[in-house]
């Protein structure tokens, strides 16, 4: 008989393609689920030039180019419209600025909020004087910003709450910037405008002894009635020590600028924004205190889950310490890992068993022939047939090619 051949074999090759079946079975769902990598584009729509939107549009541009995203900017008329952009898809806005008071989850269903990131106040000066009830501004030129801004839908909430129709007075669709300098030049007679103390033309009105800022004497009641709304102090003399302007401590009242997004933008790039609006917005001002923002309060619209989380534990773990890309692969193929390791472990654990129950059962076959053909020479009291012979040989050749390992020899 020639001598056996003993090999090392292998796990049975139907383990191993159900293994890998399942593993890339896992790996499909995961990928899925994870969708695909953040985009390097973003776009923000922000509002007009020199606006503060404007201005902090190009600040966050400037610090999301440092981990390799490309914060594209877009001019809007003001929070009215960045809403109507986010709110339409085809528009590819996926970020921008608004104020408190200009929508709700109901009619933007496709929206969440970052937060809330500062105060934007409610400012009105005026060249006349006004009255408890503005009737000093009666058939006067007043400017109330531009169709589609913030300015201009607070400032008709508070003429409609004063019950003041739009034919009272000659309302002009004026910007900022464009109002402060028609008012100190005297072309028109009042102004109202939501920007902050640095915004465009303030700090010219209140340091004017020519134009006054008008009092919020009933603050309190205009916040009672717009819980978006909050009461401010502007300190005497801030607009100018030298001729105590304004005279006196002065109540104003703000809405809450938030930072909107459409529900689809990418976790990763949630993070980043709040990582942003944080080292933008956390700095002490004269309305803020330092920290205060960017704040984790419900808005017109809900938190994202991201935010949400960002708020209780900071950026993600990979993120504090990689930078952006390459915490995100590493966060990708982290939990690629997880559903490989969950399966393989456990099959590739019982595939020593697997594999000691096939070697045995090809063993025990050559065994069972053996028997049958020890049971056929009983039956012929010896007698070496041709047919015994014949099997005889066969199973010789299928041992002398059984493969199995040394510990089965």
Known sequence: MPSRKLFLDRPARWFYALVGVLILSALA?????????????????TGTPGSDYDR?????????KRSGVELRLVSSAGGVENLRRLNDPRSNVSVSFAQGGLTSDTQAPGLESLGNM????????????VGQHLEGLRGKKVSIGREGGGARALSLQFLALNRIDQTFAELLPLSAAEASKALLRGDIDAASMVTSLDGE???????????????????????????YLSKLILPAGVGDMATNRPPTDTNLIAAKASLIIRRDLHPALQYLLLKAATEIHSAPDLFQ??????????GDLPLSDEARQFYKTGPPFLQRYLPFWLAVLASRLVLLLIPVIAIAYPLLSFAPTLYNWSVMRRIFRLYGELTSIEAQLESSRGTLSKDVQARLERLEQGASQLRVPVSFA
């Open 29 to 45: 769902v995961t990928v899925i689920w994870l969708g695909p990598l953040p985009p390097r584009v973003v776009v923000m729509s």
């Open 289 to 298: 205190r330092a920290g205060q923002f960017p704040a984790a309060e419900r």
């Open 201 to 227: 033309g303030v700090r010219e009105l209140l340091a004017s002894s020519d134009v006054n800022v008008v009092a919020m004497t009933r603050a309190d009641a205009y916040v009672a009635l717009n819980p």
């Open 118 to 129: 500062f105060y934007e106040p409610f400012w009105f000066f005026s060249r006349v004087p």
């Open 56 to 64: 902090l549009g190009r600040r966050y541009r400037a610090i999301l």
